[in-house]
């Protein structure tokens, strides 16, 4: 009898290049093992798969561990924030007041 399997994809984008990998899992698998199996933590050695933030069709997964994927999932692989959007947010408008007041 032949195992009944899932096509998904696994998509990481670092900053010099992308991955895209198509792969076929079983039923009941998760995120995390499917994102595990894809083989992508061998080409981008510097993410660790175990902890990066996952996501599917742009939503985060709050639990990867225990969310089971469905046929045509598209899992991405989140990178680390290099700065809190909100502090950048918040130290240009702190700069363009300081620029506007300095100009009247």
Not at 29 to 49: C, D, H, Q, Y
Not at 53 to 60: P, Q, R
Request: hydrophobic letters at 45%; charged letters at 30%; one cysteine or more.
């Amino acid at each position: 009898m032949v195992e009944p399997v899932i096509e998904i994809e696994v998509v990481y984008a670092a900053v010099d290049r992308q991955a895209l990998r198509s792969i076929s899992v079983t039923p009941g698998t998760t995120v995390r093992a499917a994102v595990m199996a894809s083989g992508i933590g061998s080409e981008f050695p510097e993410l660790n798969l175990r902890e990066c933030s996952l996501g599917i069709f742009g939503k985060v997964v709050a639990d990867p561990d225990t969310r089971v994927i469905e046929a045509g999932d598209r899992i991405e692989i989140y990178r680390p924030l290099l700065a809190d959007p909100k502090e950048v947010r918040r130290l240009r408008a702190a700069k363009a007041a300081e620029a506007k007041a300095r100009n009247q």
